[in-house]
Nanobody
Framework: QVQLVESGGDLVQPGGSLRLSCAAS????????MAWYRQSPGKQRESVAA???????NYAASVKGRFTISRDNNKNTVYLQMNDLKADDTAVYYC??????????????WGQGTEVTVSI
């Protein structure tokens, strides 16, 4: 089994910054895509940013230029640096990892979520 532990969510004022982290642990043989999603009350979960094992990144239009996703393959950890935060960024942020154990296919794993609130 693969476990994901997220951290970094907090209350921040508009224009502020936060850095989210998500560490994967367990019987991991390899990890392909790592990503962040978010869900606001009354809305569907949406993709925020993703990064491949080769370092190729992709961002939602609403966060491009403000958020940066990165990963440390040695630590099986993915980060989301969020700058110039806006009230619309308020949401629960979920880590997503596509990983596999030895002699097993890839599976999708989700973190428990970390709450980000942008407010005065």
């Amino acid at each position: 089994q693969v476990q994901l532990v997220e951290s970094g969510g907090d209350l921040v004022q508009p224009g502020g910054s936060l850095r989210l982290s998500c560490a994967a642990s367990g019987s991991i043989f390899s990890i392909s895509t790592m990503a962040w999603y978010r869900q606001s009350p009354g809305k569907q979960r949406e993709s925020v940013a993703a990064i491949t094992s080769g370092g190729i990144t992709n961002y939602a239009a609403s966060v491009k230029g403000r958020f940066t996703i990165s990963r440390d393959n040695n630590k099986n950890t993915v980060y989301l640096q969020m700058n110039d935060l806006k009230a619309d960024d308020t949401a629960v942020y979920y880590c997503y990892v596509r990983a596999r154990r030895a002699n097993s296919p890839y599976y999708r794993y989700w973190g428990q979520g970390t709450e980000v609130t942008v407010s005065i």
